[in-house]
């Protein structure tokens, strides 16, 4: 069995969060959504599972990850062959909901122990994908805001790519930044491309 074996099976049994969950107002069990296998090409560090994909065990398993893979360019199989596409988010499992319904952030103890070792261990990585703001600050170490951050696209590409997170909450966003599809996409899907076919 490899490292990164020993992680996978590590990860999935993992409980860190059992007690903070128990605690939200969906007083769900931790169910880490482990998504990744030796050889993956392209990491997804995405934020954390929602609930659908909590329930169904398979990351952007909803209507946010038909956009994802419009944008990357690939197909379904693809996307899930997880000996090409690693998707590694800031927290592996559902972290619930608040009293008033909205989404509670990644526990960030999730990422202080597993992201480095799991990170570590995928070394045939040749491009990096962003999504939303906490993975953005983690991988970067910068402080701008998503918007910033995505704009400046240009100073990691091709190697790294910022994106927004492809929920339909950001529809508004999209419209208002139609570079993103004009400009970024392009060269993201040739990106993903030439990291697929390396």
Avoid at 14 to 23: K, N, Y
């Amino acid at each position: 069995m490899s490292s990164l074996d020993h992680l996978r099976a590590d990860l999935a049994a993992c409980t860190l969060c059992r007690e903070r969950f128990a605690l939200t107002a969906t007083a769900h069990r931790p169910n880490p959504v482990v998504w990744f296998r030796e050889g993956a090409t392209v990491l997804v560090a995405s934020q954390a599972p929602g609930l659908r994909v909590h329930e169904a065990n398979t990351p952007f398993w909803d209507a946010s990850g038909k956009r994802l893979r419009d944008w990357l360019g690939v197909d379904e199989a693809t996307f899930y062959d997880r000996s090409r596409v690693a998707i590694i988010p800031m927290a592996f499992c559902f972290p619930g909901y608040d009293a008033a319904g909205s989404d509670l952030p990644p526990p960030r103890i999730c990422a202080k122990t597993w992201r480095e070792p799991i990170l570590e261990a995928l070394s045939d990585i040749k491009l990096t994908l962003l999504i939303g703001g906490y993975a953005q600050k983690w991988h970067l170490r910068e402080r701008r805001n998503v918007t910033e951050t995505v704009a400046a696209w240009r100073e990691y590409a091709p190697k790294v790519f910022p994106l927004p997170h492809p929920s339909w909450r950001n529809t508004a966003w999209l419209k208002r930044n139609p570079w993103f599809e004009t400009d970024l996409l392009p060269v993201l899907k040739t990106s993903v491309k030439d990291a697929l076919n390396d």
